[in-house]
């Protein structure tokens, strides 16, 4: 007996290993679309919404499989070094740029896409994809600062707030080394677009001197700090700003006098979709204006389609967070993808800060 | 034979999950991009040393709070009637049953300015914010790991024969005696894998210092957690010197206890 149960249970686990390996490298049969994507990316029935995935699959028959990854980085290298299969993928714009080099996206025919024709035309030839061959953009937006009414009496202008020291002991900094070093790079004067490791070194100071100052670095923490009043002042993205302000009146913004960085993530197909044109039906369907309006509803990130934009409430359409003025985003800038050793600089300078 | 047999699935289980990787470990650890041989991962891993003590220091506080206050209370509930120690011993446990990050919030959220702790406070005029400092994260690590050290002491002393307590009384030994010479020799192999279950984990967690700490209380698993981004070497350096001290630490508590309590 004992024997017969050992020998089922070697059999249950050798068969789930086999099925585990077999998940990862084998793409779905036909009628289903891999998406690869950020976390909580998608009008999915919350807040009295849509489930913009559900219709998506009623519509079309196609059956949308899920899954999420946390940073650029992690989708990186999922993409790099395993043996996946992805239909659609959403890589920030620095992302966007080392993909193509490194030959891991497909060209996208836009003809299955002809709703790219509502995609306003700021977002149409980006930086990262010049010739428009690979990408559509999904959302957008820009980093601002958010701060607590009653801590803070002047109306902040720009970056330098975070390194007031009348607020000493009550200042979040972003922890995360891109934006943290791009907040300081422009206090420095530098383009972080373009960066230098000597310009990485001027941050870095910068950065050591804001140190004393700060309470902590956050990223998600950032909502109940600054939503139940526990700290003053904090630099974010704008669209998660919005969703601050909702939960705490004593709340406001400030979009950085002199710009701050503009981000986007797109829509890609990847070099190992196995389903380009369910994918590309995938892409079409989110650009429905309906669609990408419930999408926007929900995340508040900027959104790129113009006759989505008509269809949104004019509350969330005349905020300065979730669409910033064209005036503004002239001002603001755009990652690119730096040199790898530039990269890894950077990151290892914003450990040693902290780690000091 | 057949006791071979058995543990051929453990085998290959640990060999795919814990050797394979293991092996990659050093491997990464002693390479550079090229893929050449290169100790230059371990030069830049010995520039966290600060965070390296800082977390071995608050790793050993946290060990030894939890024990001070796990042994008296493992050698209270071994005292109580057998169904109340099942009770005591479940409700240890309950809250365990909660997801870690889940119980971790609830002390930012105890700690906070205008949280229950300052509430109370500020009715005698004390106010403050008790969170983002070296003290929470002790607090933190205390509550989360205390359940690991009691049980292991629990069920060592709960396992102690009564009648070599009663021949030591018979013997004339008075309470404290009893306790010295019995009952604490007995219970030192609990002690020690309670303070392995404890210190092990509390040196190479994250999460809780990122949480519960300031701006300088950033510990060594969140610096691998960072750096493994930007550089798998240095994370896999550094991952490799816990180990070692982590190693050094066990090896010191074997030669005060018996071998086979070392988990």
Known sequence: MKKILCALLCAVMLGSFAAFFAGCGQSAGAGEVNVFCWGDYFAEGQDDLRNVLEEFEKETGIKVNYTTYE?????????????????????????????????????????????????????KHLDCDPDSKYTVIYQWGVTAMVYDKTKVKNKP????????????????????????????MQLCGINPSTCTKEDIDKAAAKLREQKPLLKKYVMDQVFTEMETGQSAIAPYYAGDIAMMMEENEDLDY?????GSNLFYDAMCIPTCSKNKENAEKFINFMQKPDVAAENCKYLRYGCANDEAVKLLDEDIRESE??????????????FSNLDDDVYEYMQAQFVKIQAE | MKSKKLAIPYMLWMLVFTMIPLVMIGFTAFTDNSGSFSLSAFADAFQYTNVFLKSLWIALISTIICL??????????????????????????????????????AWVLLLQSGGPLDTLLSAIGIHGNYNNNTVAVIVGMVYEYMPFMLLPIYTVMGKIDVGLIEAAQDLGSNKVAVFRKVIFPLSVPGIISGIT????????????????????DIMIGDVIDKIFFANNHTGAAISLVLMVFILIFLVLMNLFGDEEAIA
């Open chain 1, 254 to 258: 400030v979009l950085p006098e002199n």
């Open chain 2, 197 to 216: 279950m404890v210190f092990v984990p509390t040196a190479s967690t994250f999460v809780v210092a990122q949480y519960l700490g300031g701006t300088d």
């Open chain 1, 321 to 334: 967070l979730t669409f910033p003025p064209e005036k503004y985003l002239d001002k603001c800038y755009v």
């Open chain 2, 68 to 105: 001070i206050i796990a042994y008296p209370l493992a050698y209270m509930i071994s005292q109580m009637k057998k169904s109340t120690q099942n009770t005591v011993i479940m409700l240890v446990m309950i809250p365990m049953w909660m997801n870690f990050l889940l119980r971790i919030y």
């Open chain 1, 157 to 184: 202008k720009d970056w330098d707030a975070l390194w007031d020291e009348s607020l000493k002991g009550d200042i979040l900094m972003i922890n995360n080394s891109r934006d943290a070093m791009a907040i300081a």
């Open chain 1, 71 to 123: 940073t650029n980085e992690d989708l990186y290298n999922m993409l790099k070094s395993s043996n996946v299969s992805y239909d659609i993928v959403v890589p920030s714009e620095y992302l966007i740029s080392k993909l193509i080099k490194e030959n891991l996206l497909q060209e996208i025919n836009y003809d299955n896409i002809p709703n790219y024709k509502y995609i306003n035309d700021r977002f």
